[in-house]
């Protein structure tokens, strides 16, 4: 089992910044993959970025240039920082671990945090 903690979710202003968090915990050594997903109200989770236990990156094309992935394995924590922030990001972002299990992804999420975006 993997556990996830985020935080640094809140209200920010547009064009404003957010640095999201989440510590890992448990069964890490094996993970392949994490990442941060967002869902809007009334709408299915997607993914925002993601970062390979290689280090390779993806984004979003809807994120590309103004978020950043990052990971610190001496503190067991994921980040995200968010810059230029814009209403339509406003959503509950979601922590990720991913483990290749064979023949299917297994997949451990956090509890979620609230960012807004707003005046």
């Known amino acids: 089992q993997v556990q996830l903690v985020e935080s640094g979710g809140g209200l920010v202003q547009p064009g404003g910044s957010l640095r999201l968090s989440c510590v890992y915990s448990?069964?890490?050594?094996?993970?392949?993959?994490m990442g941060w997903y967002r869902q809007a109200p009334g709408k299915e989770r997607e993914l925002v970025t993601t970062i390979t236990s290689g280090g390779n990156t993806k984004y979003a094309d809807s994120v590309k240039g103004r978020f950043t992935i990052s990971r610190d394995n001496a503190k067991n924590t994921l980040y995200l920082q968010m810059n230029s922030l814009k209403p339509e990001d406003t959503a509950v972002y979601y922590c990720?671990?991913?483990?290749?299990?064979?023949?299917?992804?297994?997949?451990?999420w956090g509890q979620g945090t609230q960012v807004t975006v707003s005046i």
């Open positions: 448990g069964r890490i050594f094996d993970i392949d993959s």
């Open positions: 990720n671990a991913a483990r290749w299990a064979t023949a299917f992804w297994d997949h451990y």
